[in-house]
């Protein structure tokens, strides 16, 4: 099956300007994440999908953080404006409701975010 | 507060010894462990997932040991090779999704 694809693999914006991010996880997942890394940390989740619905957006900066799911399938996560600690790697996983429990998140390549 | 605590300095060892991580949690009742291997430039990939009422779980040469009275998961590869160097990460879960440590990198010198 085809895994979790990201798209830009890299960007290189200007603080204060804005960008965005594009997941499309595997077909049937339900369930859609975005994670933060900042590099030498470990993933930081931003928010949860549950088809087109949000489970947890605790930890998303709402201020300057958007993201959405319309119809249930791919995703795009917004930043706007950058920050210069926005530069990271933005990571989309999925899975499936049967997989909780069982087994765990398949992960895109990222998008590395550079903020200069 | 939650925290979850893996070894940050790296781990260098030789080829055909067993590597030993160490993951450690504190204020946290997780139903489940998972460890996933990460390669520079790449995105996490799920090796193991071991449940609170489990003690041990094997794959191949990997093993997740579970202690949930000492809070913490010891991961092992045994007969490392070179090919096994990378990120090693931890996560837990309750109702949430997975909260991950900072990972150990793991050097295996042939």
Do not use: M
């Amino acid at each position: 099956e085809a895994g979790v694809a990201q798209s830009p693999r890299y960007k290189i914006i200007e603080k204060r300007q804005s960008v965005a991010f594009w997941c499309n996880p595997i077909s049937g997942h339900a369930t859609l994440y975005w994670y933060q890394q900042i590099l030498g940390q470990g993933p930081k989740l931003l928010i949860q999908f549950q088809n087109n619905g949000v489970v947890d957006d605790s930890q998303l900066p709402k201020d300057r953080f958007s993201a959405e799911r319309l119809k249930g399938v791919d995703s795009t996560l917004k930043i706007q404006p950058a920050k210069l600690e926005d530069s990271a790697v933005y990571l989309c996983a999925s899975r499936t409701a049967r997989d909780r429990g069982n087994y765990g998140y398949t992960f895109g390549s990222g998008t590395r975010l550079t903020v200069v | 507060s939650q925290k979850i605590e893996q070894n940050s300095e790296a781990l260098n060892i030789q080829e055909g010894k067993t590597a030993t991580l160490t993951c450690n949690y504190t204020n946290y009742s997780p139903a489940y462990l998972q460890w996933y291997r990460q390669d520079p430039g790449r995105g996490p990939v799920f090796l193991l997932l071991i449940r609170e009422n489990e003690k041990e779980k094997r794959k191949e040469r990997l093993k997740v040991t579970f202690d949930t009275t000492l809070k913490q998961s010891l991961f092992h590869i045994t007969a490392s090779q070179p090919a096994d160097s990378a990120t090693y990460l931890c996560a837990l879960s309750g109702r949430r999704a997975l909260t991950f440590g900072s990972g150990t990198r793991l050097q295996v010198q042939p």
